[in-house]
């Protein structure tokens, strides 16, 4: 039995070697399948303008002013992943590379880095991905990685989750971002219920923390979020995206702080974008987004516009173009950007 099995998993593999179907999934038994994901991913990007984004790759809210102009070519976004699937059971893995390392001189190395590691069992779910906070249908397809970020839900931690029908309640793993983490001995918790049919989906999401500031206070904070992506004409779709109060490190990536000294930061952020089909193989997008922050006073803007088109069902090509602006700091950069993806 274990040599048949052993058989099994080997002509599975060689059968992924040369297949190009969206995941492979190997049948180890009748309660029992391992599937293997993924995508290969290059994008050229150039930047020109006075502000630099402090990954060098994508537009996080957040970056260096002074003069930029700067050609880049990465593979770093490309991703592996496993699930794995025993009865009531599925363990799921992924990881990318940017998780940095390298160096542009010789090797252009990156070390992996872990995106999602979960375990699900019925309506319990436990492990790192996406917070319940997020919904991952309200961002834009875009060649920039994730779009507005500057304006988005995007967040992955550890996290124990209860899905009852369209309601998700979970206990999240907390963090003093800009305060003291150390003392941070109370969960986030979160709550999120999503209206679903055949026009889309709209979530509402509601989350309150305790944070706590470098100077030894403990305050409370409470924030909102809806989201959503709605069907339009045909294949077209309208994805938005709304959150305020004191969402902090949830939305915006670094746009957005959940300390300012000793004081909450409070925030509000939106972001849209359509996605239009000019045939069934080639669309465009077109998106903005924009966080502005009470206490810092800060005002990160992010917009642009891409076409994609599909040579194959896996295998795709972009290009876009925007501006991603410090309108606080009077700082601005334009931006174009090339993408080849090929879809495991």
Do not use: C
């Amino acid at each position: 039995m274990f040599n048949k099995k052993k058989l099994l998993l080997a002509t599975g593999l060689l059968a992924m070697a040369g297949s190009a179907s969206a995941g492979y999934e190997i049948k180890l038994s009748d309660n029992d399948t391992i599937t293997f994901g993924g995508y290969l991913k290059l994008d050229a990007r150039y930047v020109d303008g006075n502000i630099n984004s402090i990954t060098n790759d994508y537009w996080v809210g957040a970056g260096t002013v002074g003069d930029i102009s700067r050609t880049s070519f990465r593979a770093t976004e490309s991703r592996i992943n496993t699930k794995y699937v025993h009865g009531d059971v599925t363990g799921f893995i992924e990881m990318d590379l940017h998780g940095g390392g390298g160096n542009e001189i010789v090797s252009n190395s990156s070390n992996p880095r872990l995106r999602h590691a979960f375990i699900k069992y019925k309506n319990i779910l436990v492990g790192q991905t996406w917070s319940t906070f997020v919904n991952t249908s309200a961002l834009a397809e875009a060649a920039d990685f994730g779009g507005t970020l500057n304006a988005s839900a995007f967040i992955r931690q550890g996290q124990v989750r209860y899905t009852q029908g369209n309601f998700q309640v979970s206990v999240e793993n907390p963090e003093s971002d800009k305060g003291d983490p150390s003392q941070d001995s109370m969960p986030d918790v979160i709550a999120k219920y999503t209206f679903k049919g055949d026009w889309g989906n709209v979530s509402v999401a509601g989350l309150a923390r305790q944070l706590n500031t470098v100077g030894g206070n403990s305050e409370s904070a409470f924030g909102y979020g809806i989201a959503g992506k709605i069907n339009t004409v045909g294949k077209d779709d309208f994805r938005f995206q709304f959150h305020g109060g004191e969402t902090g490190r949830y939305v915006g990536v670094v746009a957005a702080r959940d300390l300012v000294g000793e004081e909450v930061e409070e925030t509000t952020s939106f972001s849209v974008a359509y996605r239009h089909f000019w045939s069934d193989d080639v669309r465009s997008t077109a998106f903005f987004g924009k966080t502005t922050t009470e206490v810092a006073d800060s005002d990160r803007r992010h917009w642009g516009v891409n076409i994609f088109k599909n040579y194959t069902k896996e295998l795709s090509f972009g290009f876009e173009v925007g501006n991603f602006e410090s309108a606080d700091q009077n700082a601005d950069s334009d931006y174009v950007q090339f993408s080849a993806k090929y879809v495991l």
